[in-house]
């Protein structure tokens, strides 16, 4: 990336709730909130919920009262759903700006490599109005010359009127105002504890932090703040990391309704995790060598006391095959479960992934492989186009006393996500609800 070129990144606005809004247009003129797992804490907010004073990341009982007084939507987090519109957002972006110029930074966000900084307040909007158009989630948009001015462009495209969602600090005349007017601890890469080391020498504004002394702020932090005081002063020090979007693990995790401690319940939980993880690794176009399971009691009130159980499975051959990977899956949960401990959480990560095509000939196998794989594909194809598990190994447990309490889950059919075509370029003519 040339040292000239500008840096744009689009952020979407009040993401989940946005994407709830879209499946259920009725929420268009209602105050939303979307909860975390366990409908325990809140983890995005329409605007509207934001100017009652609701911060996010607070415990939802906290404000239970002042939101139903205000008639607000409470709605339990999909991230099945929220992924979906990411993956959209994402190939309007790609199709827009072109794929080798994207570094995606976050399920709803992307820095953009825009080049030469020529009408960017054009390409800007450009960019806005042809996300919204193509797939109804509201975007901002910040520019500038480095990745932490452009985030805090957009940190005020957001919140002004003025801005209306876009606002360019490539070089501006504005850019020392507006540092000038943000606090240290608002800025890209410096966190709250960070913040409080900076205001005991004197440091409470961006603009107090842009002109210090690099080797001061090394002093007193680390390297990452020293390289925030640069990229203050236009100096790009974090360059574009553009990668395909591709896998390098894939996970499902849960925090369990309640503490569970019952070996057949974990086992039910973690074939579960492991089915909704290899439908994703599948729908992925990828196979996996390494599995972990691990599981840990509460962190605030464990019983009897803290525990961590871990185990990775390595095998000696990659594999898509579902009943197979149970096998792998079953043997760490046996090494990583102890009795006696109520555990409060649980999961499975998938890791070694690759193509199919770069699997490797299995030496006495191999037509057993193939005929279980393509099992594995046709059960995947059946339950997109029939509901999830409507055929399923008898391993799996489809609901479990585990599960969480989502009790704010929006009305289903409000969470179809309509695809034309799945797998392989098979049409259905039922929409699904993507993994």
């Known amino acids: 990336m040339d040292t000239d070129s500008a840096i744009a990144i689009v952020d979407c606005n009040n993401f989940y709730a946005s994407c709830e809004r879209v499946v259920n247009p009725e929420l268009q003129n209602r105050p939303v909130v979307v909860l975390s797992h366990n409908d325990g804490i809140i983890v995005s907010r329409s605007n509207e919920v934001k100017a009652l004073g609701v911060p996010n990341a607070s415990p939802f009982f906290q404000h239970r009262e002042i939101l139903e007084r205000h008639n607000t939507?409470?709605?339990?987090c999909n991230h099945a759903l929220y992924y979906e519109f990411s993956h959209r957002v994402m190939d309007v972006l790609n199709d827009d700006c072109g794929a080798n110029k994207i570094e995606m930074y976050s399920i709803d966000e992307a820095f953009i490599d825009v080049g030469v900084p020529d009408k960017l307040p054009m390409l800007g909007r450009h960019i806005k109005n042809a996300v919204f158009e193509k797939t109804q989630i509201p975007v901002s948009v910040g520019i500038a010359r480095t990745k932490t001015l452009a985030k805090l462009a957009n940190h005020i495209a957001k919140v002004s009127t003025k801005a209306d969602g876009v606002l360019d600090l490539y070089d501006s005349p504005y850019t020392d105002?507006?540092?000038?007017?943000?606090?240290?601890?608002?800025?890209?890469?410096?966190g709250p504890r960070s913040a409080l080391k900076l205001r005991d020498v004197g440091i409470n504004t961006a603009?107090?932090?842009?002109?210090?002394?690099?080797?001061q702020i090394r002093e007193h932090l680390n390297l990452f703040p020293a390289r925030t005081v640069r990229e203050l002063n236009g100096v790009k020090?974090?360059?574009m990391e553009v990668t395909e979007r591709s896998n390098k693990s894939i996970s499902h995790t849960r925090t369990f309704g309640h503490a569970v401690s019952d070996f057949d319940e974990i086992r039910n939980a973690i074939f579960y995790f492991t089915t909704r993880a290899l439908e994703k690794m599948r729908w992925n176009n990828l196979a996996v060598k390494s599995v972990t399971v691990f599981m840990?009691?509460?962190r605030f009130r464990p019983v009897p006391h803290k525990y961590y159980g871990k185990h990775t499975y390595k095998s000696v051959y990659y594999?898509?095959?579902?009943?197979?990977i149970y096998t792998w899956i079953a043997e760490s949960l046996e090494n990583a479960f102890r009795p006696g401990f109520q555990y409060r959480k649980a999961g499975v990560i998938l890791s070694d992934l690759v193509s199919p095509d770069e699997i490797s000939t299995r030496l006495f196998e191999q037509f057993d492989f193939e005929r279980r794989h393509s099992l594995s594909k046709i059960i995947d194809e059946v339950n997109y186009r029939y509901?999830?598990?409507m055929v399923r190994f008898a391993a799996l447990e489809a609901r479990g006393d585990w599960q969480g309490k989502s009790q704010h889950r929006g009305n289903d059919s409000y969470h179809m996500v309509g695809r034309d075509t799945l797998g392989q370029g098979k049409k259905f003519s039922k929409s699904m609800r993507f993994l």
Do not use: F, M, N
């Open 296 to 298: 840990h009691t509460d």
């Open 319 to 324: 594999s898509d095959v579902t009943s197979e």
């Open 237 to 239: 020090c974090l360059g």
């Open 387 to 389: 509901g999830r598990d």
């Open 177 to 190: 105002l507006a540092l000038q007017k943000t606090h240290v601890g608002s800025i890209w890469g410096i």
């Open 73 to 76: 939507a409470v709605i339990s």
């Open 207 to 215: 603009y107090e932090l842009k002109t210090a002394e690099p080797k």
